[in-house]
T-cell receptor
Framework: DTEVTQTPKHLVMGMTNKKSLKCEQH?????MYWYKQKAKKPPELMFV???????INESVPSRFSPECPNSSLLNLHLHALQPEDSALYLC???????????????FGSGTQLSVL | GQQVMQIPQYQHVQEGEDFTTYCNSS?????IQWYKQRPGGHPVFLIQ?????EVKKQKRLTFQFGEAKKNSSLHITATQTTDVGTYFC????????????FGKGTHLIIQP
């Protein structure tokens, strides 16, 4: 299994809603990422988990809250989002065995989020 | 912080023509990776370059890493309609602890 699975594929939410995005991989990868991608733009790094610990938080607003329950799962909890947060949210995993060289990323198909 | 510049932003070619995208970093990179994102899809890993001056080929695609490890290029020979998409370079300054920094991408549009 070389897939990163993200659910849901599409999400529409109001600014007062609370929702969660989910990501799962069964490749034994130890690093997992959340990226945000606007149309026609590159992915922007949000969070990195390494061995289930948050290792990078790119100054993301607190209305985005990541969670890594175990090495196979990654969640992104959303609360009180703004319309400008509408984007494609991509999860990625990486072997992440602590090597000096960063390995390739396996991306999920993303969650297309619309905030009304 | 590290910046990765990529040009051109858009490239229109006739099917069968060649295509090249260029990537430049403000800092020396430990490695550079290339990804392809089809319209409506997600980024898919193409290749990783590590060594100074390295050249790698995948069928019609040729990837180069500069001698100073600050630039890279992707060249596609005789483009096909299946090559349509956005090509991103992504660099890492080393240490393995930071996420990759993506270039802005080159959107390849192919006219049959």
């Amino acid at each position: 299994d070389t897939e990163v699975t993200q659910t849901p594929k599409h999400l529409v939410m109001g600014m007062t809603n609370k929702k969660s995005l989910k990501c799962e991989q069964h490749m034994g990868h130890r690093a997992m990422y959340w990226y945000k991608q606007k149309a026609k733009k590159p992915p922007e790094l949000m969070f990195v988990y390494s061995y289930e610990k948050l290792s990078i938080n790119e100054s993301v607003p607190s209305r985005f809250s990541p969670e890594c329950p175990n090495s196979s799962l990654l969640n992104l909890h959303l609360h009180a989002l703004q319309p400008e947060d509408s984007a494609l949210y991509l999860c990625a995993s990486q072997e992440g065995r602590g090597h000096q060289l960063i390995e390739k990323l396996f991306f999920g198909s993303g969650t297309q989020l619309s905030v009304l | 912080g590290q910046q990765v510049m990529q040009i051109p932003q858009y490239q229109h070619v006739q099917e069968g023509e060649d295509f090249t995208t260029y990537c430049n970093s403000s800092t020396t990179l430990s490695n550079i990776q290339w990804y392809k994102q089809r319209p409506g899809g997600h980024p898919v890993f193409l290749i990783q370059l590590v060594k100074s001056g390295e050249v790698k080929k995948q069928k019609r695609l040729t990837f180069q890493f500069g001698e100073a490890k600050k630039n890279s290029s992707l060249h596609i020979t005789a483009t096909q309609t299946t090559d349509v998409g956005t090509y991103f370079c992504a660099g890492d300054s080393g240490g393995g602890a930071d996420g990759l920094t993506f270039g802005k991408g080159t959107h390849l549009i192919i006219q049959p």
